[in-house]
C-alpha cells in the first residue's frame, strides 16, 4: 500500500539556518504530494503541494520538488525563522484517490 | 469563513463512558474526515464522507466507535465504551468533494482515564 517516511525528529535549528527535512514515498501510480504544518494547539494546514513528477511547490519561503526517480518530496527553507518552529507532514494521496496519507511528523523548533 | 468547528476541545472522562465528539465542516465541503493523532502511531485517517455517505471507514480501530453524518453540516465521532488507549486528539477535516486540500479544525484532546 501507499506509504510515506520522514525524517526523524526533533529538529533544532537556529534561526537564519538553511532547513531541510528528509520524506520518501512509496505508492503506485503517480500519486500528489503534499506538505502540512501544525503549529502549537492547532490542526494542520496545508503548505505547499505538487501533483506530478518534476513539479516544485513553494509557499511562505518553504520548497519542495516532486522527485520521481528518487520517491523523494523533501522541503527546504533557506533561512528559517523562530515563528517556523511547528511540526512538519508530508503527505501523499494515491491517483485518483481521495484519502490522505501521512507520515509521522517531525517536529522543527528555531531558536533565536 | 469561521473554518472547521470541533467540540469539545477538551474532553476528559473515565473509562467505561460514553464520549461524543462533534464537527461542522466548512460551508459547502462535501467531504468530511475523522483522524486520530497520537505519539506512537502519528495521524491516523479513521472514516471519511462524501455528500454524507460514509466511503471508507476501514480505519475504525473497533466496534466501539462509530461515526455519522445526519447532514452537510454535522458529524459526530462516538466511543461506546472508552478506553484509556483511546486517549489522543482527533481531529476532523473537510473539503471540496475531490479537491484534496484538507482543512482541519483545531481537534479535541481526549484523555480516558
Known amino acids: 500500500g501507499n506509504s510515506v517516511t520522514q525524517m526523524e525528529g526533533p529538529v533544532t535549528l537556529s534561526e537564519e539556518a538553511f532547513l531541510t527535512i528528509n520524506c520518501t514515498y512509496t505508492a503506485t501510480g503517480y500519486p500528489s504530494l503534499f506538505w502540512y504544518v501544525q503549529y502549537p494547539g492547532e490542526g494542520l494546514q496545508l503548505l505547499l503541494k505538487a501533483t506530478k513528477a518534476d513539479d516544485k511547490g513553494s509557499n511562505k519561503g518553504f520548497e519542495a520538488t516532486y522527485r520521481k526517480e528518487t520517491t523523494s518530496f523533501h522541503l527546504e527553507k533557506g533561512s528559517v525563522q523562530v515563528s517556523d518552529s511547528a511540526v512538519y507532514f508530508c503527505?501523499?494521496?494515491?491517483?485518483?484517490?481521495?484519502?490522505?496519507?501521512f507520515g509521522q511528523g517531525t517536529r522543527l523548533t528555531i531558536n533565536p | 469563513d469561521a473554518g472547521v468547528i470541533q467540540s469539545p476541545r477538551h474532553e476528559v472522562t473515565e473509562m467505561g463512558q460514553e464520549v461524543t465528539l462533534r464537527c461542522k465542516p466548512i460551508s459547502g465541503h462535501n467531504s468530511l474526515f475523522w483522524y486520530r493523532q497520537t505519539m506512537m502511531r502519528g495521524l491516523e485517517l479513521l472514516i471519511y464522507?462524501?455528500?454524507?455517505?460514509?466511503?471508507?471507514d476501514s480505519g475504525m480501530p473497533e466496534d466501539r466507535f462509530s461515526a455519522k453524518m445526519p447532514n452537510a453540516s454535522f458529524s459526530t465521532l462516538k466511543i461506546q465504551p472508552s478506553e484509556p488507549r483511546d486517549s489522543a486528539v482527533y481531529f476532523c477535516?473537510?473539503?471540496?468533494?475531490?479537491?484534496?486540500?484538507?482543512?482541519f479544525g483545531s481537534g479535541t484532546q481526549l484523555s480516558v482515564l
Open positions: 464522507f462524501n455528500n454524507n455517505v460514509p466511503i471508507d
Open positions: 477535516a473537510s473539503s471540496l468533494a475531490r479537491n484534496e486540500k484538507l482543512f
Open positions: 503527505a501523499l494521496s494515491g491517483q485518483g484517490a481521495q484519502k490522505l496519507v
